[in-house]
Every structure is written in structure tokens, then in C-alpha cells.
């Protein structure tokens, strides 16, 4: 073989490669394209179809894995997701992950239930086991911290006269995750009315507006297509929040009425009904070194300090996980890794 034919030879080669490796490439690219968000709600992924004849709401699932395509029925003894009567009837819950159920709760924190955070403040550790953790007045401390996610809860409270600690209450949750940040809060009011909505929400410091009629829900696309729901569980003061692939939480707003003020004596000022939340979180792949005040009950070889037995077992832990802001991922004991947009807040 000469040397031309030899050359000519070896350019018709690349040519063809080229076009092997273009040809993939373009495979590839509409593969991705038509790929799923890898955090993709899959709990609220869904389409609502035509109810039965008997009133029970059917669902197609359209998140990824095993229940895409699969169709769910409520069962009749919840037959719609959001009962108009909440506070008597259970509502339906869709779970279109790889569970692929429905099954009927209450649509409301079950504050004795795992991973709960009620009253002043009580707590139910991912051990099962119930504590108290008081905090302080005015303080921000860290809920949950781990690589992907940081939960801060900010404390408001009173300290009546003759008491040596402050009674102390969740006012508000920050959720911090990827660059993004949602708050949950409760706003001040100084006379409690059911049918007030006293739940603020904020996606990166902007406030928004949940919508009380049709799906009655709010949705957003974070960073790495991480999607965030937030539904309304009640009229007014009840929502479930979801962040993809990392938790879920049931909150509700409720403040000090007078009966509870007298029996515990807690000497509330006439103008502030100490609105606060009551939230029961369920987390999704949190590592094992996983920290904070109800985040370390989570840890696998964890072991609880507290008395148990006592009408108040008290954890401490204030140094470890007080932060400076409600919306800062620093502490002593805290490992959240993800990179919080300061200036958005």
C-alpha cells in the first residue's frame, strides 16, 4: 500500500468515528432531555383523574420508578384528599414513590408521634423517646444539620415573675438545603381567631401565597430540579411541605388560649397570644452522623441522656446548637454543607 492510499485510508477512519461519536452524543442528548428530575416529588407526582361513582378521588402516577403509570383510588373511609370537614375527617394521602399507596391520616402534626416538635417545646425523637428542650428567649438553634440539610428553628417566650428559666415556643423554621431557603412562620397576633391565617411563607425571602382554593398548593423547581410543595392541610394555619429527597413536614399554627395560660401560669401579656407551630418532620436519607437537637435522635448507635420516667426530661445542648441568625448554618456541632444564598434572604 502507498502512502496516499494509506493516508486516505486513515482520514476515512476518523471521519466514520466522528460520526459514531456524533451520532451518540445526539442519542444522548435526547435521553436527557426526556429524563425526570431526579427529585421529582414523588409523593405529590401525580394526576387527578375523574373521581368514582361512589365520590372516592383516583390518581395516575406520574413519578419515576416502579408506580409511574399505576392508578390509585382513595379508599372509602377517606375518599377525598381534602376533606372540608379536616378536623373530623382524615384525608387521603398519595404516595406515588415506590411505596405506590394511599391511606388515610390526619391531616394535621401528630404531636406524639416520631419526629415531633409541639407545645413548649416537646419533642419525640426518631428514637421514639420524648424530651424537652427549652432553648431561649429570642434564640435561633439548629433542628436538624446535616450534609444536604439544615433545619433552625427561631424560640420566642416569656419568663414570668419568680421563674428562673423562660417558657419557650417554635415560632419559626428555617429550611435550608442546596442554595435555597423556605421559612415557616407564625405571625404575632395579640387575640387568636381560628379562621385568621397566621402562617407566613418565604422561598429565599420572597413571601409567598399559598392558594386556599382549587389544588389549594404551591410549587417550585429548586436548584439541581429539586422540587418543593407546599398544600394546604386546613383553611387557614395547616400545611404539609415536601422537599424532594429530603423531608417532609406537617405544621400547624395554634397560640395560648386562656384556659392553657392559667393552668400552666405562663402570665401571658394581655396583646400577645404567642402564636407558634407545632411540626411533625419526616426526613429521607439523612447520614448517620446526621446532628442537631432532635436531628442526633436519628443517629443509628444513638443513646438518650435523658431521665426518662420524669413528667419533663430535659435535653440540653444549648451551646452546642444555638446559631447566630435564624437563617445561619453555623454552630458548634452543625455539618450542613450546602451554600445558603445570604443575599436572597
Not at 372516592?56 to 377517606?78: D, M, Y
Request: aromatic share 10%; net charge positive.
Amino acid at each position: 500500500m502507498d502512502g496516499r492510499r494509506y493516508s486516505f485510508l486513515l482520514v476515512a477512519l476518523a471521519l466514520v468515528f466522528i460520526s459514531m461519536g456524533a451520532s451518540l452524543a445526539q442519542g444522548q442528548g435526547k435521553a436527557g432531555n426526556n429524563k425526570k428530575a431526579p427529585y421529582d416529588a414523588a409523593s405529590t407526582h401525580y394526576e387527578v383523574l375523574k373521581p368514582s361513582k361512589k365520590g372516592q378521588e383516583k390518581f395516575l402516577c406520574l413519578a419515576r420508578g416502579a408506580c409511574n403509570g399505576k392508578h390509585l383510588t382513595c379508599p372509602s373511609q377517606c375518599p377525598e384528599r381534602k376533606p372540608k370537614k379536616n378536623k373530623k375527617n382524615k384525608g387521603c394521602f398519595v404516595d406515588c414513590s415506590s411505596k405506590c399507596e394511599v391511606t388515610c391520616k390526619w391531616r394535621k402534626p401528630h404531636c406524639n408521634g416520631y419526629g415531633s416538635l409541639c407545645y413548649d417545646p416537646r419533642f419525640v425523637g426518631g428514637d421514639g423517646i420524648m424530651f424537652y428542650f427549652h432553648g431561649a428567649k429570642g434564640g435561633n438553634f439548629a433542628i436538624v444539620s446535616d450534609d444536604n440539610l439544615q433545619i433552625n428553628a427561631h424560640f420566642i417566650g416569656t419568663r414570668p415573675q419568680g421563674r428562673t428559666r423562660d417558657y419557650t415556643w417554635v415560632q419559626a423554621l428555617a429550611v435550608m438545603f442546596d442554595r435555597h431557603t423556605l421559612v415557616l412562620a407564625a405571625k404575632r397576633v395579640s387575640q387568636w381567631d381560628d379562621s385568621f391565617d397566621a402562617l407566613i411563607v418565604r422561598w429565599d425571602g420572597e413571601e409567598v401565597n399559598v392558594p386556599t382554593d382549587g389544588e389549594a398548593e404551591w410549587r417550585a423547581m429548586g436548584s439541581d430540579e429539586r422540587e418543593v410543595v407546599i398544600e394546604r392541610t386546613d383553611k387557614a394555619n395547616g400545611v404539609k411541605v415536601t422537599v424532594a429527597g429530603l423531608v417532609e413536614l406537617n405544621v400547624k399554627v395554634r397560640a395560648i388560649g386562656e384556659e392553657e395560660n392559667k393552668v400552666h401560669n405562663y402570665q401571658l401579656p394581655a396583646n400577645d397570644a404567642f402564636a407558634h407551630l407545632e411540626t411533625q418532620f419526616k426526613f429521607t436519607n439523612l447520614t448517620d452522623l446526621v446532628e442537631g437537637v432532635l436531628g442526633k435522635t436519628y443517629q443509628p448507635d444513638y443513646i438518650s441522656p435523658v431521665k426518662r420516667g420524669v413528667p419533663m426530661p430535659m435535653m440540653g445542648g444549648e451551646d452546642k446548637y444555638q446559631t447566630p441568625s435564624l437563617y445561619s448554618p453555623l454552630c458548634k456541632a452543625c455539618k450542613f454543607k450546602g451554600q445558603v444564598d445570604f443575599a436572597s434572604i
